[in-house]
């Protein structure tokens, strides 16, 4: 038997109508460092930038459904830095990705070799912050080799590594990735470890990598848990992100976050390195990121009107209502 | 007949070099004229791949500066093509691609459409932006008509905004695709070379439809739709 009790049940509570308060957190700036905007709606994307979000970065992932041929992978890059690129543009938000065989995908090895030839096609576009995601689902012989193969071309590049580290055998998996990093010759501040708990977090911080804490509901970090972790580790090296998908997780996980470390009395100078600075120093290494960049998004892509005409540049979204039943 | 003959835009090459000139570093020029050497030379695209994806950390992006002579010389040398709203990465694009040996066509093809197949936003917008200047101009037709059918909305303006490569090449079914196109896009028509040229009765039958389906559904029409569909009755 499935799901279809769990559905009446969960469909059958009181509908609970109410607006989120991120007062606290007005006029701040955030970076999600790990979002799938492919995934999501274009409410998602207002509701981030209205939260603050001006950057973000998309690595590449699995979509949900197998790809079968090299051309679904061309697409699916070609996305990332094209229509995907485009339609953040016209909320505001600056947009990024990493490009990467996922681990998943990887176990596939006729079409993993393809993948890997179109690779440096893509790798080296303006806006692509580093190799991602990449590392280990299954912990296969075919996982680790074409881990290993993206961290040389990673090394060649020079550009960081976005490591997805494994839901299941987690912290040996975790343990294992760094192991390999440093065998391949990357040094630590080039790898970014994403998708850290408590278990975790203390040898990636001691060996010099980047920790990051996705912030996602159920199976990842809740954030009550991670503001017991800045307070215990400080922020050197911490990033948080949503690493929203199509599962049920929060693109607003960030400013939820950074509201509630501000009101368990977390400063906001540290609010801001694990929200913001942390993952634009870790991934500006790549050379890719430019600040002003957030702020050219919304005055050349998004909103500014020309020669006194109101038609909007590239096609801004215009606001919707999402309070009223009328639909214009 | 062509858009563009070889000696104007052998006129628009060097122009384009001296408004590039004009409008990068000392460093930044030599790093452009290292790299186009190299990319004219190479038989395979690895060069120019290279090049035209990393242009823009090396130029900038800012507005490119032209005076009223070079802006006078380049609606001479190809009357609605215009880089007023370029960026300076643009132009050097542009320039670039304009620099590529088309002796050999299969080859010369290849390395263009290997751009288009891995383009990044701001890179598809340089390629389409280019199409005035490519050799083998029917090669690029059907291009230009699947160009269209982008979400991309500056991708969209590169192709109708100040690029005379549509009204001149296109047929009558595309050119009024990119028409109704720039109308559900709400693009500026002002901008649209050959817009006023090309009014046919097809597209002033559709675009009566339209202004019906606007006013039945209580939304504005602009007023540009009027003007298009007058224009054609004048014609007829």
Redesign the interface.
């Known amino acids: 038997m499935c799901c279809n009790e769990n559905f009446e049940e969960r469909n059958a509570g009181e509908k609970i109508q109410t607006t989120l308060n991120l007062n606290d957190i007005s006029g701040m700036k955030f970076f999600d460092p790990h979002v799938h905007m492919t995934s999501r709606t274009t409410d998602d994307y207002q509701a981030m930038a209205d939260a603050g979000i001006v950057a973000l970065i998309e690595p590449a992932f699995w979509l949900g459904q197998p790809r079968t041929g090299v051309d679904s992978f ?1 697409d699916y ?2 996305s990332l ?3 995907e ?2 339609r953040s543009s ?1 909320f505001g938000i600056k947009h990024y990705c990493t490009i990467g065989l996922n681990s998943r995908e990887a176990n596939n090895e006729r079409l993993a070799e393809q993948v890997m030839e ?1 690779l440096p ?2 790798i ?4 692509v912050v580093g190799i991602g995601e990449i590392g280990f689902d299954d912990q296969t012989a075919a996982e680790d080799k074409y881990y290993r193969l993206q961290l040389d071309l990673a090394l060649q590049a020079g550009l960081p590594v976005q490591v997805h580290t494994p839901h299941r055998d987690k912290k040996k998996g975790t343990q294992r990735s760094m192991d390999i990093a440093i065998e391949q010759g990357l040094a630590p501040h080039m790898v970014i470890i994403d998708h850290n708990n408590e278990e975790t977090v203390k040898e990636v911080l001691d060996r010099g990598f980047w920790a990051a804490f996705t912030i996602y509901p159920f199976t990842k970090m809740g954030n009550e848990r991670m503001v017991e972790v800045v307070k215990q580790y400080g922020t050197e090296r911490i990033m948080i992100n949503s690493a929203a998908d199509w599962g049920i997780s929060d693109p607003l996980a960030i400013p939820k976050t950074a509201a509630l470390m501000k009101q368990s009395g977390i400063s906001l100078q540290d609010i801001e390195m694990v929200t913001y600075r942390n993952a634009i120093t870790a991934f500006a290494q790549s ?2 990121i430019d600040e002003n960049d957030f702020i050219a998004v919304k005055n050349i ?1 998004q909103s500014q009107k ?2 006194s ?1 109101t ?5 801004q979204q215009p606001r919707v209502d999402k309070n009223s039943i009328i639909i214009s | 007949m062509l858009l563009i003959d070889i000696e104007r835009l052998k006129g628009l090459s060097d122009l384009f070099l001296q408004i590039i000139k004009k409008n990068l570093t000392a460093e930044s020029l030599l790093w452009f004229e290292n790299k186009t050497a190299l990319v004219k030379s190479e038989e395979k695209s690895l060069q120019l ?2 090049t035209f ?2 242009l ?2 090396q130029t900038g992006k800012t507005p490119i500066h032209t005076d009223a002579q070079e802006a006078k010389e380049i609606a001479e040398l190809l009357p609605g093509f215009s880089i007023a709203d370029w960026t300076i990465d643009r132009l050097c694009r542009i320039w670039l691609l304009m620099q590529i040996n088309s002796s050999d066509k299969e080859a010369y093809l290849k390395k263009i459409n290997g751009l288009f ?8 917008v340089a390629l389409y932006a280019a199409l005035p200047f490519y050799a083998y101009p029917e090669e690029w037709i059907a291009r230009c008509a699947n160009g269209i059918r982008s ?4 991708v969209l ?1 590169a192709i109708m905004y100040h690029n005379p490569f549509p009204a001149y090449y296109f047929t009558e079914a595309s050119w009024n695709q990119l028409v109704l196109k720039a109308f559900f ?4 028509m002002s901008k649209i070379s050959g817009l006023h040229e090309r009014v046919n009765t097809a597209l002033a039958d559709t675009l009566n439809d339209y202004v019906q389906e606007r006013m039945a559904a209580h939304r504005t029409v602009a007023p540009e739709i009027y003007h298009l569909i007058e224009l054609t009755n004048q014609k007829i």
């Open positions: 061309t890059y070609s830095i094209g229509w690129r485009f016209q179109i096609n893509f080296f576009k303006e806006g050379g890719q892509d020309f020669e005409n038609i909007l540049r590239g096609g | 791949n290279l994806s990393h823009p950390k197949s891995a383009a990044e936003m701001n890179e598809e979400n991309i909305g500056t303006e896009t709400e693009k500026d």
